[in-house]
């Protein structure tokens, strides 16, 4: 997958999306009225308000984050010091999550308020490379826009979800029945844009992965330090993950799909030492197949499938 079939997808699903929803509110616009798309824009607009606003604070609280000083992590601090620098964007905030599991994740509103964490159990579990991996996979996030893109492009369902039941409930009389229409209508944008959401999220951990490649040059480093994250979450009690599971759309990997991905990379371990390097990267990459019903479950993950992450490594 080249660069630039990654940003003609990208292009494209962004003006399906977009299409989707301008169509909706062009059927309420004709069959009930105008102030009802005024009704729908001001409730986008402020749904992106308060993800814009209340967006880092909630991912803090709900990570349990602890911002650290250079003195107190200055391995950390050095890796995304020069990561940075490299990605020549402004040095973000340096956070540790107390989440039990093994994991990195990037949020903040723009670049220049950027916030990367990991969790004290990536720490122990990964080697210093393959820390750095991640860390070059989180600062590729905060580069891309990630947050930004995300939170505008989510906003859609929300969109249709509210017209679905706007126009089912709260519509009474002679326009009733186009009211109906137009819920289904909703209902059904409702769970085509929810799945276009999803796969620009995969396209965005694509990137990611390719910023790290970049930012490294070791990309077999990342995939290294995914397996490792998902080996170590495979073994975590499930009630465990399950508190961390809301959080897992901003993580390097699904935490959900911990057993999956350990399962379909474990032949990748040919030395089974709990590591890849770059040897095994690249015969795990030549053999390994993506099968019907792992394609059919990444449609509704937030991460691609992770034997296709590693084949897209293995070519960077």
Not at 37 to 42: D, G
Not at 237 to 257: H, L, P, T, V, Y
């Amino acid at each position: 997958m080249s660069t630039i079939w990654l940003k003609l997808r990208m292009a494209l699903v962004l003006g399906l999306l977009f299409g989707l929803i301008y169509a909706l509110l062009v059927l309420v616009m004709v069959l009930v009225g105008f102030g009802t798309p005024i009704l729908f824009a001001l409730f986008a607009v402020a749904i992106i308000l308060i993800q814009y606003v209340s967006g880092p604070k909630a991912v803090e609280w709900s990570a349990r984050v602890r911002y650290v000083e250079p003195h107190e992590e200055p391995e950390l601090h050095a890796m995304v010091d020069e990561l940075a620098m490299k990605a020549k964007i402004p040095k973000p905030k340096v956070g540790i999550s107390d989440m039990p599991i093994a994991n990195a994740f990037a949020f903040g509103r723009s670049k220049k308020s950027g916030r990367v964490c990991v969790t004290r159990r990536l720490m122990q579990r990964l080697d210093r490379d393959e820390l750095k991996a991640v860390l070059a996979h989180e600062l590729s996030h905060i580069k891309h826009r990630d947050m930004a893109v995300v939170t505008m492009v989510s906003v859609i369902p929300m969109i249709a979800y509210f017209a679905f039941w706007s126009m089912l409930w709260g519509r009474r009389g002679r326009s009733s029945g186009n009211a109906v229409a137009i819920a289904l209508v909703a209902l059904v944008v409702y769970f085509i844009s929810n799945l276009l959401v999803l796969y620009v999220s995969r396209i965005r951990e694509y990137y990611a992965d390719q910023g790290a490649a970049e930012l490294t040059g070791q990309p077999h480093y990342l995939a290294s330090a995914l397996y490792r994250i998902s080996y170590d979450t495979a073994v975590i009690d499930r009630r465990q993950i399950k508190g961390s599971e809301g959080m897992k759309a901003f993580f390097a990997s699904d935490i959900s799909r911990a057993s999956k991905d350990v399962t379909e990379l474990r032949d990748a371990d040919v030395n089974q030492d709990g590591h890849l390097d770059r040897d095994e990267v690249q015969l795990f990459a030549q053999r390994a197949n993506v099968k019907g019903t792992a394609r059919m479950l990444e449609l509704m993950s937030t991460h691609p499938n992770m034997v296709k992450r590693v084949q897209r490594l293995s070519k960077l």
